[in-house]
């Protein structure tokens, strides 16, 4: 069950990241160590939740979507089903393409049917 402070950390992450205050889910997200919990489910929420924290914050879109990139490498099924995480990337999309956007982006919108 990995029961420990890495789980939750995760799980912390998870609670705050719809609490309103992205800057303190990225504080959890920096001090929780992953290497205590192997299993990649929950790694994936980790990266998942870190992303809809960091899409929320002011300069942070490329790191958001570093963070996507990774959960979908960790459990693809999980990523492309999620409505919240179509709902970051559609947004990241949006503001991505009033920037130009990246590449990176279009192909993970265009590998989870969003557009």
Do not use: K
């Amino acid at each position: 069950m990995y029961f420990g402070p890495t789980n939750a950390g995760i799980w912390r992450i998870g609670i705050e990241v719809d609490g309103g205050d992205p800057g303190r889910t990225a504080q959890i997200a920096r001090t929780t160590n992953l290497a205590g919990v192997p299993a990649g489910l929950r790694q994936v929420f980790y990266y998942a939740d870190t992303a809809r924290a960091l899409a929320r914050m002011r300069g942070r879109d490329r790191e958001a979507v570093r963070y996507l990139l990774t959960a979908e490498r960790l459990a693809p099924q999980h990523v492309h089903t999620s409505a919240v995480a179509r709902e970051t990337t559609r947004a990241l999309l949006e503001r991505s393409r009033r920037a130009a956007g990246g590449t990176e982006l279009r192909g993970l919108c265009e590998r989870m049917q969003v557009g």
